[in-house]
């Protein structure tokens, strides 16, 4: 379609913010987080809240492809640098 430009091959649709970004939240407060699906690799997001600990693990399906990505969130207690890792909750 004219005038609508493809992103590029290493689009990053989170721009410069990288997997251990620190969480700009306190407990109680809903932080975006990104992940890629494990499935379709599409970006999806999920809501981190510290209330819920420094590590957390939950299920949370794709907004794409639907399929349910088993999510592993840490917080680094002293720099708040996120790690988080998926993979399917089942093949």
Do not use: K
């Not at 913010?17 to 494990?38: K, M, Q, Y």
């Not at 600990?53 to 708040?80: F, K, M, W």
């Amino acid at each position: 379609m004219e005038g609508i430009e493809e992103p590029e091959e290493d689009f990053d649709p989170w721009g410069d913010r990288s997997d251990d970004a620190p969480v700009h939240a306190s407990p109680g407060e809903l932080t975006a987080v990104p992940f890629f699906c494990a499935a379709c690799g599409e970006p999806n997001e999920t809501q981190l809240d510290l209330e819920g600990g420094y590590h957390q693990e939950y299920t949370e399906d794709c907004a794409i492809c639907c399929r349910p990505n088993l999510l592993s969130i840490t917080v680094d207690e002293d720099t708040l640098a996120v790690t988080i890792t998926n993979e399917l909750e089942y093949e």
